[in-house]
């Protein structure tokens, strides 16, 4: 018997300690929380992807009155992404909300099992790590790619 362990390497940093593409790609998802249709949890969502070719796509969540129907800022925004720029890679990616009282959360905000699933693949699409920039009203998680956030995950083209 062998027991293992995984860590998660991440950093915690203050807005004014990213550079000025990080801090635009956080003041993008932040904006596009108000875009979110969101009438059903009342919880926003803001996502900003940079690609390698100079464009950022945004998205925000779209809820409808069938719930599953609906999708996450995350998944908005790749398949945006992946729809608008379909040779573009990923490079970052930053995620904001604000809360059902209309706040930006006070914590990081992380993105549910079935979106990074989905930014897994465009990861692997990349062929290199995207990072990943959790937004609070505080601190900003920046985790050096969505292989870290899904340990064991599942993956076909391996
Ligand atoms: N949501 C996101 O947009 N991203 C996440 O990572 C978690 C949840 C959305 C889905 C739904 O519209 C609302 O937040 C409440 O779960």
New binding site residues.
């Given amino acids: 018997m062998q027991e293992l362990q995984l860590t998660i390497p991440y950093k915690s940093v203050s807005y004014d300690e990213l550079d000025e593409r990080r801090r635009r790609l956080v003041d993008l998802a932040r904006r596009y929380t108000h875009n ?1 249709y ?1 009438p ?2 009342h ?1 926003h ?1 803001g996502a900003a992807i940079a690609l390698d070719n100079g464009e950022t796509v945004c998205g925000a ?1 779209q ?1 409808n009155a069938a719930f599953p129907s ?1 999708t ?3 998944r908005s925004a790749c398949f945006s992404a992946g729809a608008r720029f379909p040779e573009a890679r990923f490079e970052i990616i930053a ?1 904001a ?1 604000r809360g059902t009282d209309g706040k930006e959360l006070s914590h990081p ?4 099992g079935a ?1 990074r699933q989905a930014l897994l693949e465009y990861e692997g699409r990349a062929g290199h790590d995207v990072e990943v920039l959790l937004v609070s009203s505080g601190d900003i998680y920046v985790l050096p790619s969505v292989r870290s956030l899904l340990p064991f995950a599942f993956t076909e083209l391996g």
Avoid: L, T
Wanted: proline share 5%; with cysteine.
């Fill in positions: 979110a969101a059903y949890s919880f969502v969540n809820e609906g996450c800022a995350e995620i909300a905000v992380a993105p549910c979106c």
